[in-house]
């Protein structure tokens, strides 16, 4: 079975070794005759752990850091004999009291699938809101998105409003003027 390894592709991460850690734990698996796949994240936002590695497990993932190459060997030797590891925090969600006491709206994903993936995506239910505005009109997206509240800060693919208040589509007009033009328009036309 192969083992599954998270870690953080962040720049913060990548700044204190995360490529390097990522490069030692996937050369030490070849050296031990071990099959790992390491999946490279975003970060969580635990800057002061990272390089934070996480194994996937039967209790959940299991967090180990800060990490550096140095140390990537002997994490992976303790993972491997569910021995102990100085480094090691216990499950992630569980264990770490600052990811515990969150509620993750906007970044529930970040540092938990591989941003790149639309399989991690969709298994972490994401693409749902997409697949829905697939099934709808243009005038059922605006009804969607106006009865839901939200607002744009403008020029985000849906405006602000004015005053605060939302914007609306406005209604189509019929044409009700004569299909002939008048002299004051055909006198403004370039091909009169």
């Known amino acids: ?33 071990i099959e790992i796949e390491i999946v490279r994240t975003g970060s969580r936002g635990l800057y002061w752990l990272e390089p934070l590695i996480e194994v996937a497990t039967s209790q959940g993932r299991i967090a ?17 004999s569910g021995g102990a590891h100085p480094l090691r925090l216990g499950v992630a969600d569980e264990k770490i009291p600052w990811l515990k006491r969150q509620t993750r709206l906007t970044f ?7 941003p790149r993936s639309l399989d991690d995506y969709r298994a972490h239910d994401g693409y749902k809101g997409l697949e829905r505005a697939l099934t709808l009109t243009s005038d059922g997206i605006l009804a969607d998105v ?8 403008g020029g985000a693919g849906f405006p602000t409003g004015i005053n605060g208040k939302p914007w609306r589509r406005p209604a189509p007009t019929v044409n009700t003027s004569s299909a002939m033009p008048t002299k004051a328009t055909a006198a403004r036309s370039p091909t009169a």
Do not use: H, N
């Open 64 to 80: 180990f850091g800060p990490v550096t190459e140095f140390e990537a060997c002997s994490v992976l030797d303790a993972t491997i």
């Open 108 to 114: 529930a994903r970040c540092g938990v699938i591989d």
């Open 1 to 33: 079975m192969t083992m599954r390894i998270f870690v953080s592709r962040d720049a913060g991460a990548v700044a204190v070794g995360a490529d390097e850690v990522a490069l030692v734990l996937g050369l030490a698996a070849d050296k031990r005759g």
């Open 146 to 153: 106006t009865t839901s509240g939200l607002r744009g800060r």
